[in-house]
């Protein structure tokens, strides 16, 4: 055996094990390579070159024609470990590649290499012209993520305490955005501690974080830490697209899908995740097509990936702070909190709701430090055989509080109400019901919180509103689904009409739009949407924002039509 063959090998052996491998590296034949051929470029590189490179963008798709090229990962702690070897009739992307952004991994070529370089923009035309083949590589650049993201392969290195708020926060931020990443223990990592020793970070700092190109960031925003690893970028180039959504939920996700589908320009914009409210729920039972059920963040990362494919550009983390109705030049703009303005024809306003704060007592003090808005599983192992606490009587909390049973010793269902049939579906009462560890306490409500000398929470007091009876548990882990505030503060000064709560009306119901012919889904602004949750009489549910996602569109050709016509 060759030595270069048997230094493969032995990498080899070191290399992870991938779920589903054959879906996952699959080989394509000689007549699919040629199908390929006029959606790339040949490419030669010699023995030793970089194909891509960690932290730098994705030129694409690579179809290995002949020669090897070798798959690492490389954080910013100078570790180098082998992912896979690949060879010809094999490609090289993951999710990444659809939308040109950095490389998770490196590809270097071993000897001689022959590739067909197929670019973002014409990878995702391949995947629509080429059906049954674009599903295969679809299904394989998915399963690559998913497998990048259980390994811990790729992305960006947090080091802290596993129970700091900071790595909690950011952990949870990096999770709901399919980003992969992994956690350095001090306290057992000879590297975290080597690390922290040079740094001395105080309390505050938590968690450090490490870059693949070696920069360290102390405790940064969700903003800054998206920027470092090439998440985001702002509006390119002044582009104008056809339409701009604000909110990368199930609704703004169903209008980017059909509208980028059928040929319209469009960007996203969300200040935190993709999937809004929806994407933090354990589990989903009642939506259409998915009868054993389905999590909220998968059924948002599929949207979220559809929408990639058809050429959607989203822009993660980053807030709009203000919309620009005047119409300058035809186009409105919204300023986003990067500095840039977004220019586009139309707007369709999905930005959802915020969560509600209870009145509670020092409240923020505890916020991040054992009181919780949503329940994800970085959230579930904090509560490991643990007592916790839930308040909330709507479908998110029955979610979440099943979720939790399966992690936590007890919970407790702290409701307001005297029951939960007027706020919460059948099917979700009765799985509580049959849950032993889920503890019902109805007529009851928080009054106080108490925790220790670092402000993380260690007890809570609560009180029936039917007596003067208080009772109190040691508790480190409080969720709160009481509801949600619609996120409208941005459109003030803009002339969009909103009802008293804030939320924002549409069709005959808004007052300037009453003796006019206008479409259900159009604000009292022409040429601004809004759908999801944010409008004025949705009905709050996952089935019922993506419907509204998907007829919004219709109205969005109506409009853009009309725009684009000459004055008589």
Known sequence: MAQDEVQRTDREALMPQFTRPEQTFPTLTQAEIERLRHFGELRHYKDGELLFETGKPGPGMFVVLSGHVAITQRDGLGHVTPVIDQGPGQFLAELGQLSGRPALVDGRA??????????????????????????????????????????????????????????VRLQGFLTRNGQPHHLLDPGSEHDAAELIARYSPKPEDWPLVVTAGGTVLRNPSETELGRAIGMIGGAKDNRIYDVAIVGCGPAGLATAVYAASEGLSVAVVDTRAFGGQAGASARIENYLGFPTGISGQALAGRAFTQAQKFGAEIMIPMSVSSLDCSRSGGTFALALDCGDTLRSRAVVVASGARYRRPEIENLDKFEGRGVWYWASPVEAKLCAGEEVALVGAGNSAGQAAVFLSGHAKRVLMIIRGGGLGASMSRYLIERIEATPNIELMFNTEITALEGDETSLLRRVRWKSRLSTDEDEADIRNLFLFVGADPATSWLQGCGVTLDRGGFVVTGAQSELNQGKLVAPLETSVPGVYAVGDVRSGSVKRVGGAIGEGAQVVAALHGYLGDAAKPAL
């Open 110 to 167: 071993e000897g001689d290499v022959e590739v067909l370089l197929v670019p973002p923009d014409r990878l995702r035309a391949l995947l629509v012209a080429e059906a049954e083949l674009g599903e295969r590589i679809m299904r394989a650049l998915i399963l690559r993520r998913v497998n990048l993201i259980q390994g811990g392969v790729g992305g960006p290195v947090l080091i802290g305490p596993s129970n700091s708020a900071g790595v």
